[in-house]
């Protein structure tokens, strides 16, 4: 009788178990058509709301790219040399050191301002975001191809809609092609002087909901990328309708930029770092040369007097220092300055100034680009520049070496010489215009790892070879093996 029970129990609980799974499963058949509904957290929104979109994209973009160009751009640029014996100052640009890996960050920010211009083109309610979201999108591929040449673009970020693996676009068609950076502008600035809905931009950290101001920021945005192709383009029909309608950044009070502030959580990286980090990076030769020969108060600003100083004065380094040849001392070079780490809350994320506007006009003046006076519109971006660091121009200044028509120089080389100067801590932005025009004169590093050659682009990076083989391979050939001395489509000046 035990024994026969205890059959009986088992046989009984199979029982009951085959009835709880073929119950169970008779339940789960009848409820997939409500799995999703039934699986949905409804606490959690379906997407994210404008307004956070468009304020993240902006400040991680401006954030990030800040820091990337203070760490990685500078080097490349000239401005800073980093005193850890970095593989990247000596142009192995496939050795990132606290810096140097901009494609993540462009990508992710493209995406998500994708997803924002999504949510322009379909909901009513946020159309206001379409002018902002494709003068964005136009400002980042700008960026992206800046540096890299041919990416993956067109079917690069469709927000919701995952593209493993996307095709390689030309830098040609990125500027110029359907959905390209000019059509987008152009597209951009139409969406803005056709909204007339009741709602307003929030989210905005650049011009605090400003439609006038983010048209500004597209027409700069515009003469800057089409002086970037004026070599391979014709571009002086544009150019001149956009300065004669002049609807461009024109005042520092205008500018497209954020501010750092001096705590966190909003300050600038650099001083939210270890000060080991910050004191990698010291005033480079070129730099010291430029400024102390131009006699420009703005050293004081961006670098700090060497300790080992008697009498204050600066020391800059050349860049591409090797760990097995040399050895430094950081108290015998300038470190940069306060205005990087102490007193961040002077200090912006810039993405187009009223300075970089008019360097750009004067250069088209002075190439016969537009009629206008290109003496007179560098002076004006040239003390705009000085007013943008904090600095006073000095009385002569504009009369002595930094003079237009220096006859030791030319008006083009004075022109982006000074650009350069205005753009420290945009180091990419200096890197990429003497790739398209030869200024300033960079030198030749100490211990070059690629054969005393100053690359003319960004690598892909590792990733890329791994998780997108398939176009990656013909962008690798393009470039003659993925090679950092292959010019992009715009660069035919080197």
């Not at 003496?375 to 002569?396: D, H, K, N, T």
Request: hydrophobic share 40%.
């Amino acid at each position: 009788m035990q024994k026969t029970s205890s059959l009986n129990m088992v046989s009984l609980k199979k029982l009951f178990f085959s009835a709880f799974l073929l119950g169970s499963l008779t339940s789960l058949i009848n409820c997939t058509k409500d799995f999703e509904e039934i699986n949905t957290n409804p606490n959690a929104p379906l997407q994210v709301q404008p307004e956070l979109l468009l304020r993240q994209v902006i400040y991680d973009f401006g954030e990030q790219m800040s820091y990337e160009g203070f760490t990685a751009g500078n080097l490349l640029g000239q401005y800073t040399t980093a005193l850890d014996f970095n593989l990247f100052d000596r142009h192995d640009l496939k050795s990132p050191q606290l810096g140097g890996n901009p494609w993540p960050i462009l990508y992710q920010n493209l995406r998500d301002n994708e997803i924002l211009l999504q949510q322009a083109l379909e909901s009513p309610s946020a159309t206001v975001y379409e002018g902002p979201a494709r003068i964005l999108k136009a400002y980042m591929a700008a960026v992206l191809t800046d540096l890299y040449g041919d990416v993956p673009y067109s079917v690069a970020f469709q927000g919701k809609t995952l593209t493993v693996t996307p095709e390689y676009d030309s830098q040609e068609s990125i500027y110029t092609g359907q959905d390209g950076i000019l059509e987008n502008l152009d597209l951009g600035l139409a969406a803005i002087s056709a909204y007339n809905g009741s709602r307003a931009l929030e989210g905005d950290i650049l011009f605090n909901g400003d439609l006038e101001g983010w048209r500004r920021f597209g027409n700069s945005l515009k003469i800057k990328s089409l002086i970037r192709i004026s070599a391979v383009a014709d571009v002086a029909p544009a150019l001149q309708d956009l300065y004669d309608e002049a609807s461009f950044i024109m005042q520092n009070s205008q500018n497209a930029t954020f501010d750092f502030t001096d705590g966190e959580p909003n300050n600038f990286r650099l001083a939210r770092l270890r000060i080991g980090d910050f004191n990698n990076f010291v005033l480079s030769e070129t730099m010291e040369e430029v400024l102390t020969g131009l006699q420009d108060p703005r050293l004081e600003i961006l670098y700090r007097p060497f300790a080992n100083s008697p009498d204050g004065s600066f020391s800059g380094l050349l860049n591409g220092i090797d760990a097995s040849q040399t050895s430094i001392a950081l108290a015998d070079y300038s470190l940069t300055g306060t205005v990087f780490r102490e007193e961040s809350g002077r200090l912006d994320a810039n993405f187009i100034t009223a300075w970089e506007t008019n360097f750009l006009l004067a250069e088209a003046a002075h190439k016969s680009l537009i009629n206008a006076d290109a003496q007179a519109l560098y002076e004006l971006a040239v003390a705009q520049a000085f007013e943008y660091w904090g600095a006073a121009l000095p009385v002569g200044y504009l009369s002595g070496a930094a003079s237009f028509n220096n006859p030791d120089s030319s008006p083009l080389q004075q022109i982006i010489t000074q650009k350069w100067i205005g753009n420290t801590i945009n180091g990419y932005e200096g890197w990429i215009e003497y790739r398209r025009t030869g200024f300033p004169l960079l030198k030749t590093i100490s211990a070059s790892l690629n054969n005393d050659l100053i690359p003319v682009r960004m690598p892909y990076p590792a990733e890329e070879e791994a998780l997108n083989n398939s176009n990656y391979q013909e962008a690798f050939e393009n470039t003659e093996g993925n090679s950092i001395n292959v010019p992009v489509w715009w660069d035919v000046n080197l």
